[in-house]
């Protein structure tokens, strides 16, 4: 089993920035290097959405419109750990967040084709 676990979420105003942490471990976990990234967010009363994703090495990213020019997707793999800088926050930012994870080397956009996903961590921006 594969445990995909996100944080930094948290409060903030517009304007302002925060940076979001996956993390990734588990007894079937393969080298972090083998995965493809991304992050995703939902909104309440909206579906998720694609944010950004990055292949198994962070030389190739992928962004939505939406934050592109704001948000900076990059992986550390000797930490097993991927990141999400947010900056220029706005309150339409405010979502779950979600990290999700697959052996892949490529960049994937669509969240049914992951097979691993957190909990998610809460992000609020406020006007």
């Known amino acids: 089993q594969v445990r995909v676990v996100e944080s930094g979420g948290g409060l903030v105003q517009a304007g302002g920035s925060l940076r979001l942490s996956c993390t990734a471990s588990?007894?079937?976990?393969?080298?972090?290097?083998?995965?493809?990234m991304g992050w995703f967010r939902q909104a309440r009363g909206k579906e998720r959405e694609f944010v950004a994703a990055i292949n198994w090495s962070g030389r190739s990213t992928y962004y939505a419109d939406s934050v592109k020019g704001r948000f900076t997707i990059s992986r550390d793999n000797a930490k097993n750990t991927m990141y999400l800088q947010m900056n220029s926050l706005k309150p339409e930012d405010t979502a779950v967040y979600y990290c999700?994870?697959?052996?892949?080397?490529?960049?994937?956009?669509?969240?049914?084709?992951?097979?691993?996903w957190g909990q998610g961590t809460q992000v609020t921006v406020s006007s």
């Open positions: 999700a994870a697959k052996v892949h080397p490529d960049i994937i956009l669509v969240p049914n084709e992951y097979d691993y």
């Open positions: 588990g007894r079937t976990f393969k080298t972090f290097s083998s995965y493809a």
